[in-house]
């Protein structure tokens, strides 16, 4: 199997970081966002520890998640790593001249042995990979339809 692909995309919204940061920190509206993630249940106080059990979905697959939050910065970033798949998901503010630049980034040195166990059932850890790189420049440009609303 290969290394992970980058996934990642960065998305300028015309919105204030505080404006921009009342969405994002809002981790039970991800399904409405991005194009995999179908349910999102926030366990305990929004915040570092905070655990996201998700449901995932692609084509006829659906599985269950369990992330915790491993960084919270009010009006720069957030940061969540899934247990299955080893992953952590970071979404990074940056004010500009004209509003926040948002940075949407996956990290993940290596695939897990739970990963390597769903890629046959995924498609292939590429093809999955690219679509990820797909929706998370998916999930910014939604998140920028409703904060610039």
């Not at 993630?37 to 369990?66: C, D, E, F, Q």
């Not at 695939?111 to 679509?131: I, K, N, Q, W």
């Amino acid at each position: 199997m290969t290394a992970p692909l980058n996934v990642g995309a960065t998305v300028e919204m015309n919105a204030t970081p505080e404006a921009v940061w009342a969405v994002l920190s809002d981790l039970g509206r991800m399904p409405e966002f991005s194009p995999e993630l179908r349910r999102a249940y926030v366990l305990g106080r929004p915040g570092p520890g905070a655990t996201i059990v998700g449901i995932n979905r692609r084509k006829a697959v659906a599985w269950p998640t369990t992330s915790k939050v491993v960084r919270w910065e009010p009006n720069q970033a957030v940061a969540w790593r899934t247990r299955e798949s080893g992953a952590t998901w970071v979404y990074e503010l940056t004010p500009t001249a004209n509003g926040t630049a948002v940075t949407g980034r996956r990290v993940l040195p290596a695939y897990t042995l739970g990963s390597r166990l769903m890629v046959p059932f995924l498609g292939g850890a590429t093809g999955h990979d690219e679509e990820l790189n797909a929706g998370i420049a998916a999930t910014l440009t939604r998140i920028k339809a409703v904060v610039e609303a």
